[in-house]
């Protein structure tokens, strides 16, 4: 401590209390939190020292906009950002023009530093509240960043910040779906060679999340809307403790839009161009019965992926349709739906199907029963090529739902959908791509992009 003690200025006597601090602490944890202090104001104070000596050297001024003439300095000004460590201040030239021409001044340093001219917060702190705002409510993502960097944050500073940096998320996006769209791939997703030749699974479903009914408005009755998502994942091997060799799927990689089938299309097959669906030796399309995505798999991927139906999903429309025609609570409804439940398991709806028209064929068969029956003959014969569990799972591949099911929970519900949760159109969509970057490991690359101002 003596020597870090000496080697600290004597015009900060701030610092000298906050050692002493440390050395008088009685506990393992009161040390480390008083250490923490020393260390934001000694970062504090190294920042600003190297940010005072870079002041200092000259400057190459440009140019006024208006008139052409070379700006000239007026002197120095002060600036201040917070920053994770607490305020930073600096004192920098700020020029303008000769000739009194109505530009704002200039301030080259703040231009090389990156730093917006009506930016209040630095980059890593909007970058730390973005962060935390992908897991937590925004008031809560306020108080964990009050607590590092020593200042009060406002839950709608977060709020704002996510608002840019999930609009910078969305540009992007769309940028990249029109550059498909004209023909220019995307760079592939680098993987390591065994993880790249493993079979790419991809799967849909939708998830209703709580909306204003007013927009940004509180009041009134919620509105749910439905979120389409898509999920693409690599399918891999993994042994556990006891030996057992079970099916894993990594890394996952995942799109959602607040729309319908068709706003999900593009985002989708962008993300399986950059997970190389022309290039993987093995593709599977994984969905249950729903019309739009399998409407989408013809569209897009039926050239690349296998199709398989949802066994469970399958087997629920079974159940209904043996519940329909013999009374869910007889042995005979429950005979029948145990024998199709196993021809559907090994890849043979025919016989299935073959007693459905039967049925049809009885006189008397109650119009509901009728309608249920027909819905059951032409699910089945849509997905006639889809049904093949048996073979499937042989294969090592999936033959349920569980893969999206439990992505739209994880991913999507549990930051979405908490107890009073109400959502604007424009807050939930900024938030998503934040998530969603989160999720695909994208997210550092938003924040290398200029930042927001008046932030």
Not at 32 to 48: F, G, K, N
Request: with cysteine; charged share 20%.
């Amino acid at each position: 401590m003596l020597c870090l003690h000496d080697s600290i200025c004597h015009d900060a006597p701030s610092l000298q209390r906050l050692l002493r601090a440390v050395e008088d602490a009685p506990s393992l944890t009161a040390v480390i939190l008083a250490a923490w202090q020393v260390a934001r104001a000694l970062t504090v104070h190294l920042v600003e020292a190297v940010l005072a000596e870079r002041a200092c050297h000259p400057l190459a001024w440009p140019r006024c906009p208006q008139c052409g003439v070379v700006l000239r300095s007026k002197g120095f000004a002060t600036r201040q950002v917070l920053s994770l460590f607490g305020p930073i201040r600096w004192r920098r030239r700020v020029g303008r023009c000769p000739h009194g021409c109505a530009i704002p001044q200039v301030a080259p340093l703040d231009e090389t530093l990156g730093v917006q001219p009506q930016q209040r917060t630095s980059g890593e702190l909007q970058q730390l509240g973005c962060a935390l705002a992908v897991f937590v409510p925004f008031a809560t993502a306020a108080r964990l960043l009050s607590w590092y960097s020593g200042r009060p944050i406002s839950p709608q500073a977060v709020w704002g910040w996510v608002q840019a940096a999930g609009h910078r998320a969305m540009v992007t996006l769309q940028e990249h779906v029109q550059a498909l769209g004209h023909g220019a791939l995307p760079a592939p997703e680098a993987l390591a060679a065994d993880r790249a030749a493993a079979p790419l699974v991809l799967g849909a479903d939708g998830v209703m999340v709580p909306f204003r009914p007013t927009g940004g408005q509180p009041t009134g009755k919620i509105r749910w809307h439905e979120i389409k998502v898509g999920v693409l994942a690599r399918l891999g091997q993994h042994r556990t403790r006891s030996g057992k060799v079970v099916t894993r799927l990594h890394p996952r990689r995942l799109v959602a839009v607040l729309g319908d089938v068709e706003a999900l299309k593009p985002l989708l097959w962008l993300e399986a161009v950059r997970q190389g669906i022309h290039q993987v030796p093995q593709v599977v399309w994984r969905s249950d019965g729903a019309r739009g995505l399998w409407r989408l798999y013809e569209e897009r991927l039926a050239a690349y992926a296998m199709g398989i139906l949802d066994f469970y999903h399958a087997v629920q429309s079974l159940w209904k349709g043996a519940a329909a025609w013999l009374d869910g609570r007889t042995t005979q409804a429950r005979r029948w739906f145990g024998w199709a439940r196993h021809r559907l398991r090994h890849g043979q709806p025919d016989g299935v199907m073959a007693d459905l028209v039967e049925a049809l064929e009885v006189e008397g068969l109650p119009d509901s029963a009728r309608d249920t029956l027909t819905a059951l003959y032409a699910y089945l014969e849509r997905h006639r090529e889809h049904i093949d569990s048996a073979a499937y799972k042989a294969l090592g591949l999936p033959i349920g739902s569980g893969m999206v099911e439990s992505t739209c929970k994880w991913r999507i519900q549990q930051r979405f959908t908490g107890v009073g949760m109400r959502w604007s159109e424009d807050g939930f969509t900024h938030l998503l791509h934040l998530r969603l970057a989160w999720v695909n490991g994208r997210f550092e690359a938003l924040f290398a992009l200029a930042l927001s101002p008046n932030t």
